[in-house]
């Protein structure tokens, strides 16, 4: 096999398999996508592929769960949180690949238990409740993964569940993407061809959508949500370790 076509082959079954986790859990898919793509395309250009990757699965879980998505609760939270992620983004570009990887890191070692904190407290919100909790997820959004999970507490508490937890989900990544990947497209940082690798490594999404809604009707998710724990704290060590490399702490 061709030296430079086996990093493709992974990052293209990444895809599909991440797919199949966030259309189970509406959560943290382009978190586990830009763990997995990390060590293949380099840490800071994870970010944008992944984003314009995520334009696309994001765009097929809207349509897979189409009918049972909240546009209300949309607007509310991708209405608010916009200002805050097209800022965000435009700070992560002029960021050295070192305080990336550090930020990365200890986010996602932190989202894990601060997850699970939020999710014990029994949230229960209206509109404005989401709207307030999208500013920090916006400022969260725009430069790092997996700040939709912060959502979480605040979707459920407002009444979201099951398909409809997803569809909505779907929908506020979707936007979310889309903006990152315009932001990002006017900087050197996307270039034309981690562009066309994102949109190819998103196409890989579309199949783990529908097999993800399979498994969300058949199967429980207790030990789809340790897995996906255990492999975004296994991430947040990885970027600790890369920011250790540019920091030559190590």
């Keep these: 096999m061709d030296i430079e076509t086996l990093p493709l082959i992974l990052a293209l079954t ?69 200002p805050f992620i097209i800022l965000s983004a435009i700070i992560y570009i002029s960021l050295p690949v070192a305080i990336v990887a550090l930020i990365l890191g200890v986010f996602l070692l932190l989202s894990v238990p601060l997850q699970r904190a939020m999710s014990r407290l029994d949230v229960k919100v209206g509109q404005r409740g989401l709207a307030a909790a999208a500013v920090p997820y916006g400022l969260l959004s725009g430069s790092t993964f997996g700040a939709g999970m912060l959502l979480a507490p605040f979707l459920i508490g407002y009444g979201l569940a099951g398909e409809m937890l997803v569809g909505t989900v779907a929908s506020i990544g979707f936007g979310l993407n889309v903006l990152k990947a315009v ?46 724990e255990a492999l975004i704290l296994s991430g947040g060590l990885y970027f600790l370790y890369e920011a250790a490399r540019e920091f030559s702490w190590l």
């Design 183 to 228: 932001v990002f497209g006017f900087s050197p940082l996307l270039t034309t061809p981690l562009l066309l690798k994102g949109l190819l490594i998103g196409l890989f999404t579309i199949p783990g959508a529908y097999v993800g809604r399979w498994i969300v009707r058949s199967t429980p998710l207790r030990i789809h949500k340790l897995f996906m």
């Design 14 to 82: 990444a895809a599909f398999c991440t797919a199949v986790f966030h259309s189970v859990g509406g959560f943290a898919g382009a978190l586990l996508l830009a763990i997995c793509l990390a060590p293949i395309i380099g840490v800071k250009e994870t970010v944008p592929v992944t984003a314009t990757a995520m334009v696309i699965s994001n765009c097929t879980r809207v349509w897979v769960f189409r009918a049972s998505v909240d546009w209300r609760a949309f607007l509310a939270i991708f209405g608010t949180s916009t």
